[in-house]
C-alpha cells in the first residue's frame, strides 16, 4: 500500500507563499505520477495540478497557472507545490495524489489511486 503524506499547508496572508511538500512510501515513486488537488468546504474536489513520472510534463489548472508550480524530486520520493500570489479562493484541504504512470495526463477526480490526508491552506485577506 502506497502512503502518502503531505506538508507546508497553514495560514498565509494573500500575495503570500507557501510551499506543500509530499513524502511518498513508494521506492518506485520515479515509475508514479503525481497529481495535486484541493477541496473547499462545500465544493467538489479539484484538480490543482500534476507532473508526470520522469518530471517532463506538467499541467496546470486554469485557476493556478502562472501562481502555483509543481515539481518532484525521484531521488527523495518527494513531490512539491510551490504557491505564490496566493488569494483567498484558493483556500482548501490540498491532497497529493499518486498512481502508476499512465498515458497523458490525468486531472479528473479518483483518477489516481492513492492519496494523502489532505494539509490546509488557508489565505486570508
Known amino acids: 500500500q502506497v502512503q502518502l503524506v503531505e506538508s507546508g499547508g497553514g495560514l498565509v496572508m494573500a500575495g503570500g507563499s507557501l510551499r506543500l511538500s509530499c513524502s511518498v512510501s513508494e521506492r518506485t515513486f520515479s515509475s508514479y505520477d503525481m497529481a495535486w488537488f484541493r477541496q473547499a468546504p462545500g465544493k467538489e474536489r479539484e484538480f490543482v495540478a500534476a507532473?508526470?513520472?520522469?518530471?517532463?510534463?506538467?499541467s496546470y489548472a486554469d485557476s493556478v497557472k502562472g501562481r502555483f508550480t509543481i515539481s518532484r524530486d525521484n531521488a527523495k520520493n518527494t513531490g512539491y507545490l510551490q504557491m505564490n500570489s496566493l488569494k483567498p479562493e484558493d483556500t482548501a484541504v490540498y491532497y497529493c495524489e499518486t498512481t502508476f504512470r499512465t498515458v497523458g495526463i490525468a486531472m479528473a477526480p479518483r483518477s489516481y489511486s492513492y492519496w494523502g490526508q489532505g494539509t490546509q491552506v488557508t489565505v486570508s485577506s
Open positions: 507532473i508526470k513520472w520522469s518530471g517532463g510534463s506538467t
